[in-house]
Structures are given as structure tokens and as C-alpha cells.
């Protein structure tokens, strides 16, 4: 039982971490602008 609710709050921390991560990338592109910032973000996102 408790295992499994580390487990999930692992889980859950790593989910914040990759929200956090996501929401940066917008703000940044979203503060560059334009098609450029989205494709250089689509692009690094590829590779």
C-alpha cells in the first residue's frame, strides 16, 4: 500500500516537473513570438 503511494507521488512530482518544463517553453515562445519560436520549439522537441 504504501509503495504504491510513494510510487504515485513520484509519479505525480515528476508530472509537475514536466507541466512546469512545458509551461516555460510556451511562455518563452509565446513572449519571442511568431511561427519562428514554434518552429525552433517543434524542431528541438524532434531532436
Same mark, same amino acid.
Not at 512546469?20 to 517543434?42: I, N
Given at each position: 500500500? *504504501? /509503495?504504491?503511494?510513494? /510510487? *504515485? /507521488? +513520484?509519479?505525480?512530482? @515528476? ?10 517553453? $510556451?511562455? $518563452?515562445?509565446? @513572449? /519571442?513570438? +511568431?511561427? @519562428? +519560436? *514554434? ?6 522537441? *524532434?531532436?
Amino acid at each position: 500500500m *504504501w /509503495r504504491s503511494v510513494t /510510487r *504515485w /507521488r +513520484g509519479l505525480a512530482q @515528476v508530472a509537475v516537473a514536466v507541466l512546469v518544463v512545458v509551461a516555460v517553453l $510556451v511562455v $518563452v515562445v509565446v @513572449v /519571442r513570438g +511568431g511561427k @519562428v +519560436g *514554434w518552429c525552433s520549439l517543434l524542431w528541438w522537441l *524532434w531532436w
